[in-house]
Structure formats: C-alpha cells, structure tokens
C-alpha cells in the first residue's frame, strides 16, 4: 500500500497550458511538502503545508499554487507553464512537529513542457 | 559559498567496501542533519536522521555529525551491489524551516 502517491507519473504538455499534480498520503502525518529536482538532480523546497495551513513558500513564482483540500492532500496547480519548469516534482509528508524531517517522499512526477 | 557541499562523485567500489561520504554547510545553525538514498528514477528514501552533533548507527550505516568543523559523514558498511544510488544529504536549521540539500553523490558498488 502506498504511502506518498503522486498522478500523474509522467506529464508532457505545451507551453502556455494549465496543469495539476495531484498527491495523497495515507499515513496520517501532519505536514506535506512540494520539492522541486532539477535537470541536474537538486532538490529544492517549493511550498509547505501542516494541517491545511501554509507554513513554508519559498521563492516560486506565482504561477504555482498548492491546494490542500484536506491532511491527507496537497495539490499542485501549475499555471502558464513555461520550459524551465520541466523538472521532476516531488511530494512528501512527515508526521508530528511540522517540518522535523521529510519521512516519506512520493515517487515524483515527471513534467516536461515542450 | 552555498549552503552545503557535497562532491556530486561518481564513486566506484568493489562490493564489500567500507565507503565514506562526506557534506560541508557553512552555516552553524543548521541543527537537523539527514541522509536520503535516491535510486534512478524514484523519489528519496530516508536512510539517517540526526539532531544536533554525534554518532548515529543503524546496521550498516553510520551517520556521523561534527558541528564544530561543520561537517557531516555517512559510512556504509560491507558495500553491497544495492547499495548503488545517489545519496543526498540535508540539513535545516529547526522545526518548521526549509530542509536544505546536498546534490547528492553517485555511489556505484561493483560485485
């Protein structure tokens, strides 16, 4: 049973469209997180959430914005997508004190735009 | 100076080797120290998580922290074929902050 799931797995779409990634964990943590890894494999923090609430966003552009309908989801809607945001995007949860340590990473979703 | 270094490898060994490896971070008030294994194409895998300075062993690895030199060490025992990945060490400076990473170093064991 998985614990961090991401949909889709692979994502190719045009420049300009609109798209969401979608993640669920049934883990029963508190905080979930987006990272972002690059063509050259660097793993950054996007956004932060715990119990619904945003706690870190770092320095994305506004294009990007998490939804969290609920603990368990946390959804990334991805607007006017331009070619640099082709990289690999990567949900995680953690249990407990918001933002002690990223337990559990999903298995990314690839997003290329072309 | 970025925030945390980390030689990107690759590094070869024959299985069964003891190997080292090694991240730098200039800043002293990172107190969360971590290690995730990444294999091709799937998403990091915690493998060590340490607070604040010391030795940490879970059977063939070891995690170690040195906050005075800034310096954090992972070392895998009797190296094994599986144990070929991309390993990624993190940091944060407290509970709520942004973890921090290393751009991992590629490990090839050889059998």
């Known amino acids: 049973d998985t614990a961090v799931s991401q949909t889709p797995k692979y994502l190719v779409t045009q420049m300009g469209n609109d798209k969401s990634i979608k993640c669920e964990q049934n883990?029963?943590?508190?905080?979930m997180y987006w990272y972002k890894q690059d063509s050259k494999k660097f793993l950054k923090i996007m956004f932060s959430?715990?119990?619904?609430?945003?706690?870190i966003n770092e320095t994305v552009p506004n294009r990007f914005s998490p939804k969290s309908p609920d603990k368990a989801h946390l959804n990334l809607h991805i607007n006017s997508l331009e070619l640099g945001d082709s990289a690999v995007y990567f949900c995680?949860?953690?249990?407990?004190?918001?933002?002690?340590?990223?337990?559990?990473f999903g298995q990314g979703t690839r997003l290329t735009v072309v | 100076q970025k925030e945390v270094e980390q030689d990107p490898g690759p590094l070869s060994v024959p299985e069964g080797a003891i190997v080292s490896l090694n991240c730098t971070y200039s800043?002293?008030?990172?107190?969360?120290f971590m290690w995730y294994r990444q294999y091709s194409r799937k998403g990091p895998e915690l493998l060590m998580y340490?607070?604040?300075?010391g030795n940490k062993e879970d059977g063939r690895f070891t995690a170690q922290v040195d906050k005075s030199s800034k310096y954090i060490s992972l070392f895998i025992r009797d190296s094994q074929p599986s144990d070929s990945a991309t390993y990624l060490c993190?940091?944060?400076?407290?509970?709520?902050?942004?973890?921090?990473f290393g751009k991992g170093t590629t490990l090839s064991v050889s059998s």
């Open positions: 340490t607070y604040s300075s």
């Open positions: 993190a940091m944060r400076f407290q509970a709520g902050t942004a973890l921090i």
């Open positions: 883990l029963g943590h508190d905080t």
């Open positions: 959430y715990n119990n619904k609430e945003l706690i």
């Open positions: 800043n002293s008030a990172f107190q969360y």
């Open positions: 995680a949860s953690s249990p407990g004190e918001a933002g002690r340590t990223e337990a559990f």
